[in-house]
Structures are given as C-alpha cells and as structure tokens.
C-alpha cells in the first residue's frame, strides 16, 4: 500500500515535469514533399503556449535558411512576406498552414521525401527574455495530414 502511493507521487511528478519542459505543444507538423530541381519548401504545425511566447524562428539541418513568412491577400493577389517573430497568445492555438502563417525552408540541403521526416528546433523567447528551445520531428508528406 505505501509503496503503491509511492510510485502514484513519482508518477504525478514526473507528468508535471514533463508538462513545464516543453512551453507549448505542437500538434500536426508536416513539411511538403519536394520535387527534384526544388530548392524551398513550407513546414506547418499548430502551436499552443503555455506560457506568453515568441516564436523566433526555427533551425534544421536539412534547409541552410529558415524563415517566418506569412501569406496573404493583398488585393486580389496572394503575396508572401516575411515576418520577423511571431507572438503567441497563452492557451491560443496558432495554426501555420499553407496560405497563411508557414515556417519557409530554402536551400534544402536534399530533396524532401515523403514518409520520411526531418529534425527541427523551434525559437522562442518567454516573457522573462530567455531563449527556449523545442525540438519537432517534423514528417514529410505531400499533402497536409489528414487530407488526400
Ligand atoms: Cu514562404
């Protein structure tokens, strides 16, 4: 009985742990696939604090530049910009997809195949100023997950 409630506390305090390591969840992250002679690609994922966050930007050893961008109309024409950190609200999911918010990928350093993935470190600067780091496997595929 006492060793049962025990290993209940260890067990409370490691999901706790768990949860105050990683400052927001990713959900759904994907990077389309390439075809040969591309250069550039989009990463997307929902991002939801836990805490007020920044995201700065991303690193991975598959691209030489990663940047923000955002797409939108402007008129009647899609035009993509690049923004240079993007705010995240506690609690609100930030959906990066295509045609919207999107993680910009260039100079891909080999083709991005589907069903494989690729690693990625997300940027983020808390409210305290630090720099906090979140590492994503990020699948590859050709369409958004979920869609056909
Ligand atoms: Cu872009």
């Known amino acids: 009985m006492k060793t049962a409630f025990a290993s209940f506390l260890l067990a409370a ?3 706790a742990f768990a949860q105050t390591a990683a400052p927001v969840a990713v959900h759904g992250a994907w990077a389309r696939s390439t075809v040969a002679g591309q250069d550039s690609t989009g990463a997307y994922m929902t991002l939801t604090a836990r805490e007020p ?16 961008h955002e797409m939108r109309m402007e008129g009647e024409v899609m035009k993509m910009r690049a923004a240079e950190t993007l ?4 609690g609100k999911p930030l959906q990066l997809a295509p045609g ?13 195949q589907a069903g494989s993935s690729i690693p990625m470190t997300l940027r983020f ?6 720099e906090r780091k ?15």
């Open 13 to 15: 305090a490691g999901a």
């Open 53 to 68: 966050l920044t995201l700065l930007g991303a690193d991975t050893p598959a691209a030489g530049i990663v940047e923000i």
């Open 87 to 90: 705010p995240l609200a506690t």
């Open 100 to 112: 919207g918010f999107h993680l910009m990928l260039m100079d891909l350093k080999a083709p991005f």
């Open 125 to 130: 600067r808390d409210a305290q100023g630090r």
């Open 134 to 148: 979140l590492p994503v496997d990020v699948p590859v595929t050709r369409m958004p997950p979920g869609k056909h």
